[in-house]
């Protein structure tokens, strides 16, 4: 297996995994345990860190429309619900002792600079984490469709996408089946054509058409968004 060398990732955190075990909303003691293993990272490697946070834990924009909301508004709630996320991660990190940039896609200039690829690269370059909030700004899409373009656009080698359970990508549930079987590795296409439910078909896509690998992996063991940074082969590795 090539060797998985990182210079520039993003890390894709789901909403819910900042809720904890509640559930539901934003629980401090957990952002403040992820802060902390991204901040030792961001110190102790030279890597480039970007992340993109959901927004599942506060809002979904489909599950607003599917109880009679229209669809555009309820998307633009989730964003902005990405945008608290954003601000929590941000927050945390920065008493952890790492310099950090929220950018939105939506202006907030009160909050958060505006994205700006061009500015995010040079962030990145001085070693200050970027997290872009309020996903690309535009309903229909996913924070996972942000993780993609974003990682196409500033020249990522990696998307690190840490989901909560599942230490990979399985051939069926390994909630309900005990006998669901791992992968360790996938092809984009394998996504795409089994329809597994790693990232959105337009994601997907997005990340064929422009080679970006994506590590799937668990976040609920400690350590492992470190080991995925610097390449240990964990998880499910999808590329070409
Ligand atoms: N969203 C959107 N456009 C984007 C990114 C996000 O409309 O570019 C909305 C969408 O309604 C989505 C919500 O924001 O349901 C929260 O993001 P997501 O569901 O991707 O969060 P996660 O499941 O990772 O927590």
Known sequence: MAKRNFQRIVLKLSGEALAGDQGFGINPDVVEEFAQEIAALAKSTDLEIAIVVGGGNLWRGLAGSNQ???RATADYMGMLATVMNSLALQDALEQAGVDTRVQTAIEMQEIAEPYIRRRAIRHLEKKRIV???????KP???TDTTAALRAAEIEADAILMAKKFADGVYDSDPKTNPNA???DELTYNDIITKELKVMDATST??????NIPIIVFSMDIPGNITKAAKGEEIGTIVRG
């Open 131 to 137: 997290i872009f909030g309020a996903g690309l700004g």
């Open 181 to 183: 079987v791992k992968f």
């Open 205 to 210: 896509t997005l990340c064929k058409d422009n």
């Open 68 to 70: 009679g909301m229209d």
């Open 140 to 142: 229909y899409f996913s």
